[in-house]
């Protein structure tokens, strides 16, 4: 069921209310003067979700060969789109050329691979189909050179057939209109001799003749210069291979009779460009070089190559950078990287060799841009915003069409995480955040300040200033003064200039500007762990368990923070562009705060409730992460997915999650009349209840009926039990693969937090060789961050020796009436020596503790040893997604929290009254009420509210008086309630405002904030 949508000002408690409350005037004298104009209420005014995808001329997903044709337009092989882009001479995009094979037929196996440009404007491009391989058939790989024309119309091609074991790699256009094929056999794993030529063919499509020089040991890119010489890329074998002797890594040079000249010696070249008077430029990894004439010298470093480290790049594939010359002899490269997809255009280097400068155009459509696939951060500056995604890729077409999900997230997708970027409710484009390339969670948090973008992983953060490639890491070791400290961040916020970092490794608060400079010392955090902060001015909101303290970034020594008490456990929050704080609970409340004075004096003293409070609009998602845009309006990220079991019904080692639905909820804010703020009331005990008024329509004639409406919904607690954990942490060496600890450590940190707002103690022990408890049970400090930020793998497996020491840990603490649990984190590689851990387990559960694995495992970790997980703990015992979801999931499991089943509120009773110069509609009342003919007051009285059920109470009114806006209401309506457990309290709704027209007044925009 999807609730009602609501908004409310701060609860209190009800006598307090209904005693405070002026009395309604008598029908007929003038209302009293409005009042100011300070409270919102929120409505559910759009969401974002996914949207259909175009390919588009200038987006690009993964940039392959360049070429220039004669009049000055660039070429741009789109690999993954299967697709050319087509440029004009200044680099914006013009059009965009689809592969003809793949647009008549969607399933067309023909795949672009290489290009050229003749000297009569034709284009040729190296085509590729493989087909076969499955069922016993065998695979077969064709090959074709496409001729096109100057507007991408195909017009002919060359038939090339199979050349197994070779295949092609580069194609070159000759000013003759002779064509150069290279093709070679360069399998990395083989031994011998690699057999490789160099096919030539007429303009028509004749074989002319086939080079196969003896300089070469693997040949790959080529070139022709204008006078017809021939430049072939060559290059030694990665591996299993030993070139022979005298054979130079380099440029081969042929001569316009193919006579072999010179090579030009340069190790890793991966593409050439060849111009007038023999000036050679080659790529090599993430580098642009000149080589020839004269010695070589760098003309532009790219950004840091990111690999997947269990793969090599094709051969004649360049990992970076393909290059091609313009005709005024500048050089332009298409640039392929996790962060960012385009052109690179070189100004000319100068005389002395400096590097030149690059101008970088493009944008990325890797993954497709459409909208929030699997939302997780957000971050807001004036109009616009941006969204970090999580990773994620197509599901199987047999996992989509059978469970209805058509996305997956698995712990090795390949692609990067992007930031999708909205100007208002507009997607206009994205960047990419890349991560490591197995942590799915790599990039943790974005900020935006004005065109700055922060991003954060746990070791170090980077500033980034439009759209073009991510920026090198700036290690948060160097912000700190304890060169032994390990860094681990976890969220980051910016405004005027300066972000602020959330580092649970080493406890702090640490502020940064623009340049990547530390101000001042780090403010440490006090009493627990955090999960999320915002800055504002002077001020840093840090959200600890069901509060929010705020921290003053002024000299004011030894002044207390303030608290906001929250109706929940704080998962996120942000300020606004006036300095409101809102906050979203973990269990779906949203809460805003008005702006607090800059000056700690000036703060109100105690506890300071919120002045509005709704709820998501639907309870099954997956609540993530909010920010608030320029124009106010709170904006959440949300997801609805699940975990993905193996096919065998075992451990799916991929840690896969199903991302069924996802989106962002846009909440807009509506001014109200009036200042109604109190204390909140029983929020630490029990139930949570809001309301919301609305009027339907807003603005009638004198004359004209409007309905007002009044909801109310609201959540009870569930019931948890106090909780002695004990985590048990692998710190065997294996946990250094593939990053198993990092990803360990980072899932603590999301699971951690979670738990300060309940009854929790926690104790660490580390499970290695030389295992040990780190921290007996205790409340969550800050310290506990530090004691996870300094594991380190090392040694063998040693779980039995850890699950004694967490029984030994439950032992020392004892207290009755308190769960006991203890949760293993490990990757489940099995032990090098034995390690028995069945008594261990056996003897825990006899003492009624509860036992969970939280699976992290590396890639080469067998199903047989995470079979063998089952049978040590139990198969039930064992978690292996790594999502916040899955945290959240155990959350509720360590605590055994039980979902409160009662009535939301056992009685409930609700006053409102009828405005002056309105007239209540006999008969329209629902449910009925009690009304005072002399004051136009209105009564409710319910009882046995259910908490899954929308509260609603209507009536009409009749508009008598012509006015400029007017309230509907004398005073806020008001509600008393004894809740589900039995607690009394009571909330206002907020007052709505009613524009009332006269018959001869203009109907202008309404303005209402």
């Known amino acids: 069921m999807r609730p009602a949508l609501v908004a409310t000002l701060s609860l209190a408690a009800a006598g307090a209310l209904l005693a405070s409350a002026p009395p309604a005037p008598a029908r007929g004298q003038d209302p009293p003067?409005?009042?100011?104009?300070?409270?919102?209420?929120?409505?559910?005014?759009?969401?974002?979700?996914?949207?259909?995808?175009?390919?588009?001329?200038?987006?690009?997903?993964?940039?392959?060969?360049?070429?220039?044709?004669?009049?000055?337009?660039?070429?741009?092989?789109?690999?993954?789109?299967?697709?050319?882009?087509?440029?004009?001479a200044e680099g914006h995009p013009l059009d965009l050329w689809a592969n003809p094979d793949h647009k008549s037929d969607a399933a067309s196996p023909w795949r672009w691979q290489r290009l050229d440009a003749g000297a009569d404007g034709r284009l040729h491009v190296l085509s590729r189909a493989e087909t076969g391989g499955t069922a016993g058939?065998?695979?077969?790989?064709?090959?074709?050179?496409?001729?096109?024309?100057?507007?991408?119309?195909?017009?002919?091609?060359?038939?090339?057939?199979?050349?197994?074991p070779e295949r092609y790699v580069d194609v070159a256009a000759r000013a003759d209109g002779r064509l150069y094929l290279v093709r070679t056999d360069g399998n990395v794993a083989s031994r011998g001799d690699i057999s490789y030529g160099i096919d030539v063919f007429s303009a028509s499509g004749e074989k002319l003749e086939t080079l196969t020089p003896p300089q070469f040991t693997i040949p790959l890119t080529l070139d022709l210069a204008p006078d017809g010489s021939l430049y072939v890329v060559d290059q030694f074998p990665h591996t299993g291979q030993t070139p022979t002797p005298g054979k130079v890594d380099g440029v081969a040079v042929f001569g316009p009779d193919h006579a072999y000249r010179r090579t030009i010696r340069f190790s890793g070249a991966s593409d050439v460009a060849v111009g007038a008077g023999g000036t050679v430029y080659v790529s090599r990894n993430n580098e642009l070089f000149q080589v020839a004439p004269g010695e070589p010298r760098l003309l532009f470093s790219g950004p840091t190559i990111q690999k997947n480290p269990y793969a090599l790049t094709s051969l004649g594939r360049p990992e970076m950078f393909s290059v091609d010359l313009r005709p005024d002899g500048r050089v332009v490269a298409s640039l392929s990287h996790c962060s960012f997809q385009?052109?690179?255009?070189?100004?000319?280097?100068?005389?002395?060799?400096?590097?030149?400068?690059?101008?970088?155009?493009?944008?990325?459509?890797?993954?497709?841009?459409r909208g929030p696939i699997h939302p997780w951060r957000i971050a807001a500056s004036g109009e616009r915003t941006a969204i970090l995604q999580a990773r994620y890729e197509p599901a199987p077409p047999d996992m989509a069409g059978s469970l209805g999900a058509p996305y997956l997230q698995q712990r090795y997708t390949t692609d990067a995480q992007t930031i999708l970027t909205y100007q208002g409710d507009r997607l206009i484009g994205q960047t990419g955040a890349c991560g490591v390339w197995n942590q799915p969670w790599g990039v943790k948090d974005i900020a935006m300040d004005g065109a700055d973008l922060w991003t954060i992983d746990a070791q170090a953060l980077r500033l980034r200033h439009g759209t073009g490639v991510e920026p090198e890491r700036v290690f948060a070791l160097s912000l700190l003064d304890d060169p032994?400290?390990?860094?681990?961040?976890?969220?980051?916020?910016?405004?005027?200039g300066r972000a602020a970092i959330l580092d649970q490794g080493s406890g702090a608060v640490i502020l940064v500007d623009r340049n990547l400079t530390r101000i001042g010392q780090p403010l440490a955090l006090s009493d627990t762990m955090a999960t999320d902060l915002a800055l504002f001015g002077r001020r840093v909101a840090l959200a600890q368990g069901r509060e929010v303290r705020l921290l003053d970034l002024g000299d004011v020594a030894g002044a207390p923070p303030h608290r906001l008490e929250t109706p929940g456990p704080v998962a996120a929050l942000a300020y606004g562009p006036s300095g409101e704080l809102v906050v979203l609970t973990a269990d779906g409340w949203l809460a805003r705060y008005g702006a607090m004075p800059d000056e700690v004096e000036d703060l109100p003293e105690g506890i300071t409730g919120p002045e509005s409070l709704w709820r998501v609009p639907d309870d099954r998602a997956q609540t993530r992460d909010l920010a608030v845009d320029g124009q106010g309006r709170v904006l959440v990220t949300w997801t609805e997915n699940a975990p993905y079991g193996a096919p065998s019904g075992g451990i799916d080692a991929s840690g896969s999650l199903l991302i069924k639905a996802a989106g962002v909820w846009v909440f807009q804010p509506t001014r109200t009349a009036g200042l109604t703020m109190a204390p909140p009331g029983s929020w630490s005990d029990g139930c949570v209840l809001a309301g919301s008024k609305q009027l339907q329509p807003s603005t009638v004639r004198a004359g004209e009926t409007v309905t007002v409406t009044l909801s109310a919904e609201g959540r009870c607690p569930a019931a948890r039990q106090p909780l002695d954990l004990v985590v048990v942490v692998d710190v065997a060496k294996s946990m250094a693969n593939d990053y198993g600890l990092d990803r360990a450590r980072a899932a603590l940190f999301d699971l951690l937090p979670r738990l300060t707002a309940h009854d929790v103690r926690v104790a660490l022990v580390a499970a290695g060789t030389d295992g040990s408890i780190l921290q007996h049970l205790q409340p969550q400090t800050p310290e506990l961050g530090r004691l996870l930020a300094e594991l380190t793998p090392a040694g063998d497996r040693r779980l039995a020796l850890g699950l004694a020491l967490a029984e030994s840990a439950l032992a020392r603490g004892s207290q009755p009436g308190r769960r006991q649990a203890v949760l293993v984190l490990t990757d489940g590689a099995a032990p090098a020596s034995a390690d028995d851990v069945a008594p261990a387990v056996a003897s825990l559960g006899a003492k009624k503790v509860a036992v969970r694995v939280w699976l992290h495992p590396g890639r080469f970790v067998s199903a047989a040893e995470l079979q063998g997980l089952d049978a040590d703990f139990g198969k039930d015992a064992t978690l292996a997604v790594e999502g916040p979801e899955s945290a959240a999931t155990l959350a509720d499991w360590l605590t055994a929290a039980k979902p409160f089943l009662g009535d939301l509120a056992a009685a409930l009773e609700v006053v409102d009254s009828v405005a002056p110069g309105m007239t209540l509609i006999d008969g329209s009342i629902l449910p009925a009420a009690t009304v005072d003919p002399a004051t136009g007051g209105l009564r409710w009285s319910l009882k046995a509210q259910l908490q899954d059920r929308d509260i609603q109470l209507r009536y009409r009114l009749r508009a008598d008086r012509i006015g400029s806006r007017v309230p509907v209401d004398n005073l806020a309506a008001t509600a008393a309630y004894t809740d589900g457990l039995g607690i009394a309290g009571g909330f206002p709704f907020p007052r709505p405002l009613l524009r009332v027209r006269g018959a001869g007044e203009a109907l202008l925009p309404r303005t209402d904030h």
């Open 484 to 496: 032994l400290a390990s860094p681990q961040l976890t969220a980051i916020s910016a405004q005027g």
């Open 33 to 88: 003067p409005p009042l100011a104009l300070s409270v919102f209420s929120y409505q559910l005014s759009a969401s974002w979700n996914e949207q259909q995808w175009q390919a588009r001329p200038g987006h690009f997903a993964e940039t392959g060969d360049i070429t220039t044709l004669p009049d000055g337009r660039l070429i741009i092989l789109d690999r993954r789109l299967n697709a050319l882009h087509e440029l004009d």
């Open 137 to 164: 058939t065998p695979r077969v790989v064709r090959w074709q050179l496409d001729h096109l024309d100057g507007s991408g119309r195909r017009v002919g091609a060359i038939d090339l057939g199979t050349v197994s």
């Open 342 to 369: 385009g052109l690179v255009e070189l100004d000319a280097a100068d005389s002395e060799g400096a590097g030149s400068r690059a101008r970088l155009s493009g944008e990325l459509d890797a993954p497709q841009l």
